[in-house]
């Protein structure tokens, strides 16, 4: 068992953390009219871990900083970003310098997007990537054996990506993370617009991947999708995380949970009380110094609207609650 973080000590946990971030914070510099310069902070104080042979689901609603969180993690965000707090890799401080070294090598992508492929390059070079001659042919017998594993027929080698279906686009994707033999592989937004056949098809890829011993962090919106293949659940909502849970708390009327959104979340669901959560989630520049969450939460008192909550153990999870001990 690796060193944990203070907060996650009292955590269940299988195995070492591969990757720890603490505080995170994420902001853009902007500059409006008359030049002058407005610091737009979209992360707060956010602190997460992902560990070895576990899928770590970040659950939450289109516009809430999800995909920043990926880019940050891999070094690749724009020039005007700024970002700060603590990230370890391996428990090595992970600096930018750091992720760009290990990015397609130790740390992977599997992109929302299917225009991440190059429509220019045909589907073998792009999964097999730059190799020094001598090992070219290595790779390529290794991507066969990728291909032939998620059904991938020899004749997609010579594809360009307009030639593929959606289903055939993400176990290309998928396979580009295995070939890479990546520890962490971040799947950001992967199964959007897929028939349940090939969601089923599609998780059970990071399923797979977890079994390895990777670490998984799975990005979605999709909290039923999430629950199907995760091992834990964390709760992103307006910029931060505000509960950690164990997929084995959301049961019944969501009771194991901690947090009023995410019981909010679990009711909201047609196979539970389809209750829909009034009010909607605040824009960066709506957010106050309180509680993110207090102008929908019904367990708000005039404590919760001042000083922004911390992170703490709660009956074997993580909760961003003062409510909540």
């Known amino acids: 068992m690796g060193e944990k973080t203070e907060i996650y000590s009292g955590i269940r946990q299988k195995t070492e953390a591969l990757l720890k971030i603490k505080d995170m914070s994420l902001s853009f510099i902007q500059y409006t009219s008359g030049l002058r310069q407005t610091e737009l902070k979209v992360i707060s104080g956010l602190s997460m871990e992902a560990h070895k042979g576990e899928i770590l689901a970040v659950v939450g609603s289109s516009g809430s900083g999800k995909s920043l969180l990926a880019h940050a993690i891999l070094g690749i965000l724009p020039s005007n970003a700024k970002l700060e707090g603590k990230m370890e890799y391996c428990a090595c401080t992970l600096t930018q310098e750091k992720k760009e070294e290990l990015r397609g090598k130790e740390l992977a992508l599997i992109p929302q997007s299917t225009t991440y492929l190059d429509p220019l390059m045909r589907i073998s070079d792009q999964v097999i990537g730059s190799v020094e001659e001598e090992n070219e042919g290595l790779r390529k017998k290794l991507q066969r ?93 307006a910029g931060t995380i505000l509960e950690v849970a164990n997929v084995e708390d959301f049961k019944n009327d969501g009771e194991y949970l901690r947090h ?50 911390n992170l703490k153990r709660v009956n074997g999870g993580l909760v961003r609650c003062n409510n909540v001990s």
């Not at 033999?181 to 399923?207: C, H, M, N, Q, V």
């Not at 669901?269 to 709506?286: R, S, T």
Request: contains cysteine.
């Open 145 to 237: 054996k990728i291909f032939r594993k998620y059904d991938l027929k020899p004749e997609v080698e010579r594809m360009f990506p307009h030639e593929l279906s959606g289903g055939m686009t993400r176990r290309v994707l998928v396979s580009t993370a295995v070939i890479s033999s990546a520890k962490l592989i971040i799947a950001d937004e992967p199964t959007p617009g897929l028939d349940d056949k090939t969601l089923k098809e599609t998780l059970s890829y990071f399923r797979d991947m977890a079994n390895n011993g990777c670490a998984v962090i799975l990005i979605t919106h999709d909290i039923e999708a999430a629950l199907k293949i995760s091992d834990k659940i964390a709760i992103f909502y």
């Open 260 to 309: 009023p959104y995410t019981r909010a979340l679990w009711n909201a669901l047609p196979q539970n009380k389809f209750q829909a959560i009034k009010g909607h989630q605040p824009m960066q520049d709506e957010v106050t110094d309180g509680c993110i969450f207090y102008e929908r939460c019904s367990k708000k008192s005039e404590f919760c609207s001042k000083g922004f909550p």
